[in-house]
């Protein structure tokens, strides 16, 4: 070896150590400042194509696990995207009842073990009671209203179900507006884009590099370093809509507040979900979702549908959680994670699942 050659080696080497052990010093730092608070949960999900729209889907056939200080749950992902440990065709079995589900990481279950969602568990109800029943979960990890209604029309109509659940919650008004598919022009529901993929491509290129996946499954600093990232981004992405959208709406709306927009937007959004639902004859449930506030002297909980009747009167059902919760939240259960992104536990789960099949067992 030249010594150039050895200069350049050595050189390498030293950078290399430098790298890792300033890595390990913020792994260190963040696992003793916040770690209880880090959450490692790699959101999978790949491009979808659904009619002439493009958004994403849980990564199909795959298998990965969450982690964070309250536990660690495994999620397994079906060939159609839902976590599912059993694949959906189109066409269903005659007698059977199928209902989909419409959500976000709630929906999805995040924080709980794959039997434990409040979908699974509503289907293991439902065949309790004597009911042939199939529950489909196609939540999605931040998923906006906006995507539900694409996946609806576009793809979850084919699997022939006779009732809609959607999960709503509080942060559901800011994702539509930062998906960008639908907007407000005098007024009525409008498409302006066919695809939403933020970072897909990005992300799955990263991905497929063993490193990156095992960080994104083990490393508290390469979570706060991605959480950071990622709620930037999504401010970002959330503003720049807002803006170009209430410029097009400029003519009919003289004030321009965002908060109004986005409520008026979601509005539309369940309206037309619901419409959909009408026309297909399915029964439509919303469930509203509360938010915990933890971080409250006293933790309290707060519905998510805003209290505009219109939101309610959407739906056939309007699913609220907060009495349902309320009583187990006075008697000291533990409802919420208290750690990680705060999501229900298997009881929330639970008890959401038997709610609504007592809906559904009347309806079906």
């Given at each position: 070896?030249t010594?150039?050659?050895?200069?350049?080696?050595?050189?390498?080497?030293?950078?290399?150590?430098?790298?890792?052990?300033?890595?390990?010093a913020?792994?260190?730092?963040?696992f003793f400042t916040c770690?209880?608070?880090?959450?490692?949960?790699?959101?999978?999900?790949?491009?979808?194509?659904y009619?002439?729209f493009r958004?994403?889907?849980?990564?199909?056939s795959?298998?990965?696990?969450?982690?964070?200080?309250?536990?660690?749950?495994e999620?397994r992902?079906n060939?159609?995207?839902?976590?599912?440990?059993?694949?959906?065709s189109y066409d269903?079995?005659?007698?059977?009842?199928?209902?989909?589900?419409?959500?976000?990481s709630?929906?999805?279950?995040?924080?709980?073990?794959q039997?434990d969602?409040?979908s699974?568990q509503?289907?293991i109800?439902?065949?309790g009671?004597?009911?042939?029943?199939?529950?489909?979960?196609?939540?999605?990890?931040?998923?906006?209203?906006?995507?539900e209604l694409?996946?609806?029309?576009?793809?979850g109509?084919k699997y022939?179900?006779?009732?809609?659940?959607?999960?709503?919650?509080?942060?559901?008004?800011?994702?539509?507006?930062?998906?960008?598919?639908?907007?407000?022009?005098?007024g009525?529901?409008?498409?302006?884009?066919?695809d939403?993929?933020?970072?897909?491509d990005?992300?799955g290129?990263?991905?497929k590099?063993?490193?990156y996946?095992?960080?994104?499954?083990?490393?508290?600093?390469?979570n706060y370093?991605?959480?950071?990232?990622?709620?930037?981004?999504?401010e970002f992405?959330?503003?720049k809509?807002?803006?170009?959208m209430?410029?097009?709406e400029?003519?009919?709306?003289?004030?321009?507040?965002?908060e109004a927009?986005?409520?008026?937007l979601?509005?539309?959004l369940?309206?037309?979900?619901?419409?959909?639902c009408?026309?297909?004859?399915?029964y439509f449930?919303?469930?509203?979702?509360?938010?915990?506030?933890?971080?409250?002297?006293?933790?309290?909980?707060?519905?998510?549908?805003?209290?505009?009747?219109?939101?309610?009167?959407?739906?056939?059902?309007?699913?609220?959680?907060?009495?349902?919760?309320g009583p187990?939240?006075?008697?000291g259960?533990?409802?919420y994670?208290?750690h990680?992104?705060?999501?229900w536990?298997?009881?929330?789960?639970?008890?959401?699942?038997?709610k609504?099949?007592?809906?559904?067992e009347k309806?079906?």
């Amino acid at each position: 070896m030249t010594l150039l050659k050895r200069q350049w080696f050595f050189g390498g080497v030293t950078a290399l150590g430098v790298f890792l052990l300033a890595w390990l010093a913020g792994e260190a730092l963040v696992f003793f400042t916040c770690g209880k608070q880090i959450s490692m949960f790699p959101r999978y999900v790949a491009p979808a194509q659904y009619g002439e729209f493009r958004i994403r889907r849980n990564e199909p056939s795959s298998r990965y696990r969450h982690k964070s200080y309250d536990g660690q749950w495994e999620f397994r992902i079906n060939r159609q995207g839902f976590r599912a440990d059993r694949d959906f065709s189109y066409d269903k079995a005659p007698g059977v009842k199928r209902v989909l589900v419409l959500g976000d990481s709630f929906a999805a279950g995040y924080e709980v073990g794959q039997a434990d969602s409040f979908s699974a568990q509503l289907e293991i109800i439902l065949r309790g009671r004597g009911l042939s029943a199939e529950v489909i979960n196609s939540g999605v990890s931040g998923f906006s209203t906006a995507e539900e209604l694409v996946f609806l029309e576009q793809e979850g109509l084919k699997y022939h179900p006779d009732a809609v659940v959607l999960a709503y919650f509080t942060n559901d008004p800011e994702d539509n507006v930062r998906a960008g598919i639908y907007g407000l022009q005098a007024g009525r529901l409008t498409i302006l884009r066919k695809d939403y993929l933020p970072y897909v491509d990005v992300r799955g290129f990263l991905e497929k590099i063993p490193l990156y996946r095992w960080l994104g499954e083990n490393s508290y600093l390469h979570n706060y370093l991605n959480s950071a990232v990622t709620l930037y981004v999504k401010e970002f992405l959330r503003r720049k809509n807002a803006g170009a959208m209430m410029r097009a709406e400029a003519e009919a709306r003289q004030a321009e507040d965002i908060e109004a927009y986005q409520s008026d937007l979601t509005l539309a959004l369940l309206q037309k979900i619901a419409e959909v639902c009408r026309q297909n004859q399915l029964y439509f449930v919303l469930m509203d979702i509360p938010v915990m506030l933890l971080d409250q002297p006293v933790p309290e909980m707060i519905p998510s549908l805003p209290r505009d009747p219109r939101f309610h009167a959407a739906a056939d059902t309007t699913l609220e959680m907060l009495p349902v919760l309320g009583p187990y939240h006075a008697r000291g259960e533990i409802l919420y994670r208290p750690h990680g992104k705060r999501h229900w536990t298997e009881i929330s789960h639970r008890l959401a699942a038997e709610k609504l099949a007592d809906l559904m067992e009347k309806k079906l």
